[in-house]
């Protein structure tokens, strides 16, 4: 990576990157920033991994998806590079390397001052870490793809910790005492400042909102209570993050940043009736978390489920089958997506249902929720754009332009 974006010129180099990793929480901080940032009026990019409804969500420059001619053209620009590296020792870059170079074009095109960039996958390897960031942010930390980071807390902070460096402030939200250690050693050895999650900034309940404090001041009425605990937590990180960075908001840039900030997949509510939530929790911290929030905003009557290979889809399920409401598991299109049989079996062992399709699993929810009950659509990214579609046709809605922000 660190060849590719030398031969492109190093336009890595120059933004001042919000460089944000973690197992949970990762994507919305980072929406937040750039929101925020937007509502100041600075020139300031996101990068967002995965995407949920079409791949330029990925790219975005003040909220906006990158354009489809700009996308095809720095493509272009970016393949005579690529290809020469593939000549060398080093081998060609993967998709997702290539991906973010692009992204670090966009972003020197459009004289970003600053860039929300979140990892794709763990911290230490990840094409990202070629940046020196302003800020480094660790989001919540918990057991996800193991198989490439580690079977112990310990060892995945310790490979998400790997984008600190020498002197750059850290935001820390693991929300874990180990990972919370690892951070704190490695930003110690790094001499990186440290602002922590419950000392240094947190989300207070405050008449009926939510309020941010940071160190002795309280940002008040920055978020409807509705919004939950987990905005508000993600909500406070990024807002810390923006402080050390030397970014002072006003209190209503920061309510506005965050209102127009929420990005998709995340406790998404479609107006329907019965209420639809969509969220891409794809892992058991994630999904009891997200279970909590639902079960707070009023009851749920079913689950629409699905999910990706690599993320404890038997245990994920187990939890939800627990839950005495309607779950249904279904088979996704997406290629990481699990298998139809194995869907199947994991369903007959959890003793949920199991329909053939999304769009089946999405009229079942909806013929077996009582109006005033909520359906939660969780278990992967990957499933919220096809569920989204199944679910606009069936209260026969156009789904042309229905995913990109207007």
């Known amino acids: 990576m660190e060849r590719l974006v030398a031969d492109l010129g190093s336009p890595h180099v120059g933004p001042r990157f919000f460089h944000v990793a973690g197992t949970n929480g990762k994507g919305s901080v980072t929406s937040f920033i750039q929101s925020i940032l937007t509502e100041m009026g600075v020139s300031v990019g996101g990068y967002f991994s995965p995407y949920v409804y079409d791949f330029r969500e990925r790219i975005q420059h003040r909220r906006r998806w990158i354009e489809k001619e700009a996308f095809a053209r720095l493509t272009e620009a970016?393949?005579?590079?690529?290809?020469?590296?593939?000549?060398?020792?080093?081998?060609?870059?993967?998709?997702?390397?290539?991906?973010?170079?692009?992204?670090?074009?966009?972003?020197?095109?459009?004289?970003?001052?600053?860039?929300?960039?979140?990892?794709?996958?763990?911290?230490?390897?990840?094409?990202?870490?070629?940046?020196?960031?302003?800020?480094?942010?660790?989001?919540?930390?918990?057991?996800?793809?193991?198989?490439?980071?580690?079977?112990?807390?310990?060892?995945?902070?310790?490979?998400?910790?790997?984008?600190?460096?020498?002197?750059?402030?850290?935001?820390?939200?693991?929300?874990?005492?180990?990972?919370?250690?690892?951070?704190?050693?490695?930003?110690?050895?790094?001499?990186?400042?440290?602002?922590?999650?419950?000392?240094?900034?947190?989300?207070?309940?405050?008449?009926?909102?939510?309020?941010?404090?940071?160190?002795?001041?309280?940002?008040?009425?920055?978020?409807?209570?509705?919004?939950?605990?987990?905005?508000?937590?993600?909500?406070?990180?990024?807002?810390?993050?923006?402080?050390?960075?030397?970014?002072?908001?006003?209190?209503?840039?920061?309510?506005?940043?965050?209102?127009?900030?929420?990005?998709?997949?995340?406790?998404?509510?479609?107006?329907?009736?019965?209420?639809?939530?969509?969220?891409?929790a794809h892992n058991l911290d994630a999904i009891r978390a997200v279970i909590e929030e639902v079960s707070a905003a009023g009851p749920l009557g079913a689950v629409v489920w699905s999910a990706a290979t690599g993320h404890n889809a038997g245990q994920v399920l187990q939890t939800l089958a627990e839950l005495r409401v309607s779950v249904i598991a279904v088979p996704m299109s997406h290629p990481r997506a699990l298998g139809r049989e194995e869907v199947a079996e994991l369903a007959r062992t959890a003793g949920v249902d199991f329909a053939e399709s999304v769009a089946e699993g999405i009229a079942i929810a909806l013929r077996t929720a009582k109006k005033s009950e909520q359906i939660l659509v969780t278990g992967s990214f990957y499933l919220l754009a096809e569920a989204k579609r199944a679910i606009l046709e069936a209260a026969g809605l156009d789904t042309e332009g229905a995913f990109e922000p207007a």
């Open 78 to 280: 970016a393949v005579p590079a690529a290809r020469a590296l593939e000549e060398t020792e080093l081998g060609g870059p993967t998709e997702f390397e290539f991906k973010t170079a692009v992204g670090f074009l966009y972003w020197r095109e459009k004289a970003c001052e600053a860039v929300a960039l979140e990892v794709g996958l763990g911290g230490r390897l990840d094409a990202t870490n070629v940046v020196h960031p302003a800020v480094s942010i660790l989001t919540r930390i918990a057991l996800d793809h193991q198989e490439h980071l580690g079977d112990t807390i310990p060892a995945i902070a310790r490979e998400k910790a790997g984008i600190i460096k020498p002197g750059a402030p850290v935001i820390s939200a693991t929300g874990d005492p180990e990972a919370t250690a690892v951070v704190r050693e490695v930003a110690d050895r790094f001499g990186c400042p440290i602002l922590e999650l419950g000392s240094g900034f947190e989300p207070l309940e405050r008449d009926g909102a939510w309020t941010i404090r940071l160190g002795n001041v309280e940002l008040r009425d920055v978020l409807p209570m509705a919004a939950g605990r987990i905005a508000a937590t993600n909500a406070a990180v990024a807002v810390a993050a923006l402080d050390v960075a030397g970014y002072r908001p006003t209190p209503d840039q920061i309510r506005a940043g965050l209102a127009n900030g929420m990005p998709p997949g995340r406790m998404e509510r479609l107006g329907t009736a019965p209420p639809i939530v969509l969220d891409g």
